[in-house]
């Protein structure tokens, strides 16, 4: 499309209009928020037809007005002759256009004013009245565009115009949804401020008596003449006050300058998993006594090592990194990124013991690095899936020549205060690891993290470093059998990433006796939540051949939940863990993956399209295994048994149980015991093989002698009523905030049906809205954005969007033949 080809014809639209008024001021809270408003509501969105509409918008085009961020993709239909494939989930892109207006202040008129965007799913281009700001590939890297020369003041309005291009399809390994799917923000800046991402705080010298903290400060002058300013860079922890350091300058005009500031800050409050504690840099520039721009920096203290031999080091502490992998997508409420929904995730794989994230693979939205830090997780921070050569046809790799560089020099400015990221990863399972090419666009890359980082490793997540000589059932480590990866022996490289290929870990130190380790990804053990085989020793594993469909696969695409399903290129989760927590010198892992994900439905096709990797299901419920984590990686008292207890009369029945901080578990059917287990050597798990009888299943551990846990899983009847449990029943009325809202399908006396499987349908009386269904069944077809679902083992999930003033909102969940329940969510 010619840039400019749809204001040639003159067309006036009618356009809701949104004031914006961006006021001068002093006030230092006034200033913080006038720098930086949302810019999400009430936007006007087409989604074109491919031959009607082409490639055009005019006086005829429908629209409709929503909020971003938005993902459209999410609400099309799942189709098996999606363009995107069935890698993508099943769901078609297209071509998305949103318009808004506004009205910017008079008194804004001497002032800057820029219009950021966290994310654009993808090709992105940007108008403002007319003008055109520009483009942008990549659709999960944040961008800026000053909109100043050509802004309207005072009663004419502006208006904004983004074109979203995602028809050519596939260009991704995943879902990647299709929008404005990450929000968007107006700043508003002194002509005189600091640059966009213009601070950079390291803390170079640690130790529990005092931190050095060093500030460097990028200040852009947009004036016509040179100015004379002071630079105050004040260190708060909360509210109160640390410390402070002052430099006057003079920045000549149209120009940026680097300013430089040391600090101390004595007994710091370090950064940590268990206490991730927060400071805060407060950057002021003053002109004649007055106070032109203010800058927040959030930041952490602390000091940290990958060690050869002793792995991961904090704060001069050795901590395992028991990391997960982590897609954008956030299941139902697809790309469209959702704080609280982030949040409940982390929530989630924080309880279940994950201390680690890594952003596979592509720049995270600022909302999940923020929580990190609030939470205390150790991130990998990832760039790239591909580099020059393509995994798909219409990927990355075409915008690699042009963009790669911005693109990764503009994560790094973004990304580079968060004390939760610890390493930099500049690339995925790249095709070119394996040649000269791969080594020299390394080579470039790590150089663009040295220049805008210089404080952290780098890595990359090479499958597998070792090139792995295979015998029918060992793996032989001669050297005459062992050639390692070229880009992994290259020197390149401050970490060696393993994807997968553990079997070599132990062999590391001889590998590599030069260069740490870190797990980048591993396991891929598969499992669909609540679905089981019954005899656990006859499920089989996925065939080693890549050409092999699932020969014998299970009914509906289903995978057993026995931790005994793998990827032929992966382990169980058991079988990775085991081997990581062995040894000090392998810092830690980042399993594949830690929530399910829609798209990659490996092992199968179409009908499936959503994951089956995650630990916990795409609606946010754990899968058996979660609990095996649990009971390995925090100090909570863990004691999980299944599966469930409805079976066919005699039939045999696997029961497994997690537990620890006990010695023994002892089993129960019925009242009578079928015997005690204990864990031998490394087991993970214990387990009784025991024919079906109807009653109640009872699991007691015990630790000398003494009871620790007692739990029981009992027969259920047939279907008779819901359950809603909400995971907050308080929310904030901002339009934004999340309930989110478990239903369960009860037998008359409370026990879960596990093999129900109503269609369950939900109203909602109030302000707020449902916003998403899941049962994270990855074959269902049903809409996420609907008000009805079928449930998978007996369970839904429903989510609850706040309105925008305070009321009672009313959820009811009704199901054919079984007796309804509500629920009452508060919105303040």
Known sequence: MNKRKYFSSGLSLLMLVVVILFDSCNNKEEAFSNRKVSFNSDWKFHLNDSIIDKDTIGVSTKWKTLNVPHDWSIETKFNEKSPAGYGGGSLNGGLGWYKKTFKVAVADSAKTTSITFDGVYKNSEVWINGHYLGKRPNGYIGFQYDMSPYLNYGDKNNEIIVKVDNTKQPNSRWYSGSGIFRNV???????????HWGTYVITPKVTAEKASVEVETTIQNQNSTSKNATVTTTIFKEDNKVTSVTQ???????????????????TPVLWSVEKPELYTAVTEILVDDKIVDQYKTNFGIRDFKFDLNKGFILNGKKVKIKGVCMHHDLGPLGS?????AIERQLEILKEMGVNGIRTSHNPPAPELLDLCDKMGFIVMDEAFDMWKQNKTKYDYANDWHEWHRQDLADQLRRDRNHPSIFIWSIGNEIPEQWN?????????????????????????????????????????FEKKNVSVNPLAGSGVLDLIGYNYAHQTFEHHLKNFPNTPFIATETTSGLQTRGYYDAVSDTIKKWPVQWDLKFKGGNPNNTVSAYDQVQTPWGSTHEATWKIIKKHDFLAGMYVWTGF?????????????VSSYFGIVDLAGFPKDVYYMYQSEWTNKTVLHVFPHWNWKSGQTVDVWAYYNNADEAELFLNGKS?????KKGDDLHVMWRIPFEAGTLKAVSRKNGKVVLEKEIKTAGNPSKLKLTADRS?????????????????????????NANNEIHFSLKGSGKIVGVCSGDPVSHESYKATKHTALAGKCLVIVQSGDKSDRLELTAKANGLKQATIVITTE
């Open 596 to 608: 399910d994900y829609i798209g990659e439905p490996t092992p199968y096709e179409w009908p499936s």
């Open 436 to 476: 000269e090419t791969g080594i020299e666009i390394a080579k470039e890359l790590v150089a663009i993290v040295r220049i805008n980082d210089k404080t952290r490793p780098i890595t990359a997540g090479m499958n597998p470093p070792v090139n792995m000589n295979i015998d029918a059932v060992t793996l032989q």
């Open 185 to 195: 923000w107006i700043e508003t800046t002194d002509k005189l401020h600091v640059e």
């Open 248 to 266: 006057d300058i003079t920045i000549g005009a149209n120009t940026n300058q680097t300013i430089k500031q040391k600090a101390q800050v004595e």
């Open 674 to 678: 079928v015997g005690k287990r204990s």
């Open 336 to 340: 469209a990124i959702n704080t609280r």
């Open 730 to 754: 308080t929310i904030k009325a901002d339009k934004n905030d999340l309930s989110f809202v478990t239903v369960d399908i009860l037998d008359a006396n409370g026990t879960l049906a596990p």
